[in-house]
């Protein structure tokens, strides 16, 4: 299988994955899955110059913006995949292995807690949420889980594109 088709695909099960976990989240400990709609939202304004919100769900709708937020979320996880092959190397599709990308996955929390959750209103790693800790162990949960996914993704592509 061709590395590049292998790395998107590896990023896009992960966040797949990734994303049933959050409607699993739902149904296990009763927390709603996360709202890629307001994700879109904050994007969408960012084209018009605004790139910090008090609380982005009280901000002006965007046109389309689940549809962006969506798909925002896709294409950071398959940039995500890049990032861990730009530090493993495309060998690493060949033989993945679980410790590199848990650790990568867990380190991608940085992108929320420093860049999406102050930029929409809530503050560096969650500070100004109802529950901080909660919502910081939740980013961690799902980026550990987007790491396994990782894991998972390469493992079943290459076994696939072997067979």
């Given at each position: 299988m061709n590395d590049l088709l292998a790395l998107v695909l590896t990023g896009v099960g992960a966040t797949l994955l990734m994303d049933v976990w959050g409607v699993?989240?739902?149904?296990?400990?009763?927390?709603?899955?996360?709202?890629?709609?307001?994700?879109?939202?904050?994007?969408?304004?960012?084209?018009?110059?605004?790139?910090?919100?008090?609380?982005?769900?009280?901000?002006?709708?965007?046109?389309?913006?689940?549809?962006?937020?969506?798909?925002?979320?896709?294409?950071?996880?398959?940039?995500?995949?890049?990032?861990?092959?730009?530090?493993?190397?495309?060998?690493?599709?060949?033989?993945?292995?679980?410790?590199?990308?848990?650790?990568?996955?867990?380190?991608?929390?940085v992108a929320p807690f420093f860049l999406m959750q102050p930029g929409m209103g809530a503050g560096v790693a969650a500070s100004r949420t109802p529950n901080p800790g909660a919502a910081r162990l939740q980013s961690l949960i799902t980026h550990a889980v987007f790491g396994f996914g990782l894991w998972t993704t390469a493992y079943v592509t290459y076994y696939l594109g072997r067979h």
């Open positions: 699993a989240r739902k149904y296990l400990i009763g927390l709603p899955s996360p709202d890629y709609g307001m994700v879109g939202r904050w994007i969408g304004h960012m084209a018009h110059g605004k790139f910090h919100h008090d609380r982005i769900a009280a901000a002006a709708p965007i046109a389309a913006e689940r549809v962006i937020g969506w798909s925002t979320h896709y294409i950071i996880g398959v940039a995500f995949a890049a990032g861990l092959i730009s530090i493993v190397g495309f060998e690493w599709l060949r033989r993945p292995t679980l410790g590199p990308a848990l650790a990568f996955g867990v380190a991608t929390v």
